[in-house]
């Protein structure tokens, strides 16, 4: 089934959820014939290999998997316990505390955080197009719905094109193509790329440490006239647009690039190109870590979900060299892959998150 699909699917599930009354405590749940994870469009080609194999040394059925976005799989995961929720979220950032306390609020008191690894985001074109070298406020300045005008005050965006951002870049029109708000890819993208991209301005960096929600407001907010195109849950889908929209770029997550090698190709932030070394290192500057979300009130209830998560965390799977490396995952180093391993294997409940 094609991700498009699995959204489309995901949406009727989504309202049946909400006609379900899913407040259902541990003791009175009744088991779901096989294993149901949603949420992040990143994390989904991995969750899908995982339930191949998974498949396949069981004898039994794939667990079911979907694409919701980060957002939607957590808002899910947290509608209560029961065959009628998600025993996993998928998720390209860490949950929210909000996001916790709503879980809680549910009867979801048992969660389990687990890392898988990592990912970066690319900033990327057709493979034909100009080299672009993205460099300090050029992020922001591009992209953000609001900027400092020639007095210091701030001002709808007025570029359109990049080279009026930088005399460097390239003079093609300004047309990104990204995840929704829903997405936890949008949650990376403006944390990790656009905020220290603002910091770069030092009326920005100032007002970042003296008026935070002032300052994300800006930093969070991009602009609406064409210049960042929300481009829905299905990274493949951007990569396809890049092909076909001369001079578009477009932001999604490392594993599309690899993927999708033959078709675009990424640029350089602050002089780093995005590679399996830069990501894991921290080197590269947008870059992520990936997470799984467990609800341990459903273990011993569905049908193996540990085992299920057991293969997610193998060295066969999340180990350097392992099959979801294949599939663009940049793996954790062996120590930091065995303490994940380690909650896996005994279930162990996150406590609180920060936001």
Known sequence: MTRTLLAAASAVALLALGACGDNQSAGNQ???AGIWA?????????????AENYARSSGGAAP???????????????RGVGPNTPDIANASRQMKASEFELCRANGVTDIVEIKIGYDGLVIATARNAPDYGFEGDDLY????????????TFIANPHTTWSQVNPGLPA?????????????????????????SAR?????????????????TLAHTLREDGGWIDSGENDNAIVQTLTRTPGSTGAFGYSFLEQNSNLVKA???????????????????????????VKKQHVGVTPGLEQFVMEFMSDAAAGRGGYLQDRGLVPMPAADLAAQQAIARAMTVMTAPTE
């Open 38 to 50: 949603a949420g992040s469009s990143t994390v989904f080609p991995f969750a899908t290999r995982v």
């Open 30 to 32: 009744t088991a779901r």
């Open 64 to 78: 079911r998997v979907e694409s919701l976005g980060t957002g939607g799989g957590i808002q899910a995961f947290c």
């Open 200 to 216: 770069s301005i030092p009326a920005l960096a100032a007002l970042a440490a003296s008026d935070k929600d002032r300052f994300e």
């Open 172 to 196: 093609t029109r300004i047309q990104v193509y990204g995840p929704p708000p829903t997405s936890g890819t949008r949650d990376s993208w403006v944390e990790l790329a656009m905020a220290p």
């Open 267 to 293: 640029h350089s932030v602050n002089g780093v190109m995005p590679t399996l070394d830069t990501i894991a290192s921290g080197a590269y500057p947008i870059s992520r870590s990936m997470f799984i979300y």
């Open 141 to 152: 300045l591009a992209l953000a719905k609001q900027v400092p005008g020639p007095d210091g």
